[in-house]
């Protein structure tokens, strides 16, 4: 078990990824920003990165999986660019959380 951070202003989207991660076993602990909240024995972040900065992601010492609007070609870019651990849009971090959060936790 992985405690995870979910960062997300969409609450419908937040309540998705505690959910889900959830129920695979991992504890999550939900906040609008990385500002408010603390990252201290935090395994795992899952951001939206309309929300958060990529630059402000990484560097913090543990795996960062971003997600983004399929649109939305300058965040994934960003995020890219930054070093943001995996970059995938909504719809597919949507779909396949639990396996992209142990992709990263592996490492």
């Known amino acids: 078990m992985a405690r995870v951070l979910s960062i997300a202003s969409d609450l419908m989207l937040g309540s998705k ?17 990385l500002e408010e909240t603390g990252w201290d024995g935090v395994d795992l972040i899952v951001a939206d990165l309309d929300v958060e900065n990529p630059e402000a992601l990484v ?24 070093g943001v651990d995996l970059v995938v849009p909504r719809s597919r971090m949507a779909r396949e959380l639990p396996a992209l959060a142990e992709r990263l936790l592996d490492v």
């Open 17 to 33: 990824v505690q959910e889900t991660l959830g129920a695979a076993g991992h504890e999550v602990v939900s906040s609008p920003s």
């Open 59 to 82: 560097g913090l010492g543990m795996p960062v999986l971003g997600y983004y609007s399929h649109v939305d070609v300058e965040t994934k870019e960003a995020a890219e660019a930054a």
